[in-house]
């Protein structure tokens, strides 16, 4: 598609799309591409080559857990190529710096990886076109509550299998999936970067904690509220304690930027940075921080927090959802929490029936109070996490998790 068309077709999905109901718009076109898409091939089987899709150049989960796996398997030595569904998608395109070989002309057999969420798997076949013929199909998702919602079943008769990221999300999975296999195959973090050495402490600066979140991820969701306060209710105004709250997509969500100024108020021992930073930058941020901090009402899996552990930093976290598959005791500081109703303003995770966490913001201030008054279990527990990390989420362990999976 050429640069102009691309630009026609953002502007009608801003000013046509975009002013439709929201229930109407998800509707409208979940029919139309179920009925355009390329339906899988009934006895397609897995076979090399590999081609990762999904959103390559987009800073959101998916678009990173898309990334690790084409990498992972690069790394590995399977025959891997990419297609970026970045614009197909309507993505924010976050970075231009990621590369890989294009599989947008192969055709004939090999194993499909896309990593979209049923709902869109339509609209992502759609716009693969030919190259999804005689593929076999695995959907790869990530959802973030015990339940999903009816419109995931869209995207059920155009795989042949599903991965996903963790046991609670393939428990709310398993639900719609059918006689379709639903499989946790966890992301390849460490290939990140190698696992941390034992950390110094750094006299030299505050006590850190470090919170990280996109706002398009759903304000709600995050709740970075009650980590601000469970930070104010352990050091107050203490300048030798600080908090770093790094967000993205602050503009598109001012609502929520106004409520963490606002919680922030005048404390001087908290730091606000809205904006997509470089991986270094995101480096020099886990560099700088002695505990990473996430008080979420649920994680599909909990990236952030995995790679904090892969940095040996130890983590404050819910102790809900995802995460808890590799967050506990021994690594970490797993937080209590009681379940309320899951309601989210931004829509995507708006479903009053159904539940999710309410961290216990007095238990995670107490948390930061021990780790900060001692060292030695926070380098105890980062140590713990980083030696997890290493071993469970590195590029062969994943590798020859796919292999197995596919008889490869």
């Known amino acids: 598609m050429t640069d102009g068309a691309d630009g026609i077709r953002h502007a009608l999905h801003r000013q046509l799309w975009q002013r439709l109901p929201r229930s109407w718009r998800r509707e409208g076109l979940f029919r139309v591409t179920a009925l355009l898409a ?13 081609i990762v899709a999904g959103a390559l150049r987009t800073a959101s989960g998916l678009g990173e857990s898309a990334r690790l796996c084409h990498d992972a398997l690069k790394v590995s030595g399977l025959p891997v190529f990419g297609i970026d569904l970045t614009a197909g998608l309507m993505q ?3 970075t231009s710096d990621f590369g890989f070989a294009d599989g947008g002309t192969l055709e004939g057999p090999a194993t499909l990886i896309v990593h979209v969420n049923s709902p869109l798997v339509p609209l992502a076949l759609w ?59 966890p992301h390849p973090v460490a290939l990140r970067g190698p696992a941390a050495g034992p950390r110094v402490p750094r006299p030299d600066r505050p006590f850190t904690a470090l919170l990280i979140f996109n706002m398009a991820s759903s304000f709600a969701r995050k709740n970075p509220l009650a980590a601000i306060n469970a930070f104010r209710k352990a050091f107050g105004d203490d300048v030798s304690a600080r908090l770093i709250v790094k967000t993205s997509n602050g503009r598109q969500f001012s609502t929520g930027i106004s409520s963490i100024k606002e919680a922030i108020g005048t404390a001087h021992n908290i730091v606000l940075i809205d904006r997509t930073m470089s991986a270094g930058e995101i480096e020099a941020l886990y560099h ?9 009402r649920s994680e599909g899996f909990g990236l952030t927090l995995a790679e904090a552990m892969l940095r040996g930093l130890p983590v404050v976290a819910t102790n809900w959802s995802g995460n808890v598959d590799f967050v506990n005791a021994e690594n970490g500081i797993p937080i209590p929490y009681r379940l309320i ?38 380098r105890t527990l980062g140590e713990a996490g980083a030696a997890y990390a290493a071993r469970a989420w590195s590029a062969q362990c994943y590798a020859e998790s796919v292999r197995r999976h596919l008889g490869l």
Request: aromatic letters at 8%; hydrophobic letters at 40%; proline letters at 11%.
């Open 38 to 50: 390329q339906r899988p091939t009934p006895r397609a089987r897995p076979t090399a080559p590999v």
């Open 127 to 185: 716009r693969l076109g030919r190259v999804a013929r005689n593929k076999y199909v695995i959907g790869y998702w990530a959802w973030e509550l015990p339940d999903v919602p009816p419109d995931w079943r869209h995207g059920i008769p155009f795989v042949h299998e599903i991965w996903v990221p963790s046991a609670f999300t393939a428990d709310a999975v398993r639900q719609i999936a059918g006689d379709r296999p639903v499989r946790v195959v």
């Open 92 to 94: 924010p395109l976050d």
């Open 288 to 296: 700088e921080s002695d505990i990473v901090m996430s008080l979420h």
């Open 341 to 378: 109703a899951a309601e989210d303003p931004q829509g995507t995770y708006h479903h009053p029936g159904m539940k999710w966490a309410d961290a216990d913001v007095e238990a995670a201030a107490e948390a930061l109070r021990r780790l900060r008054r001692e060292p030695e279990l926070a």
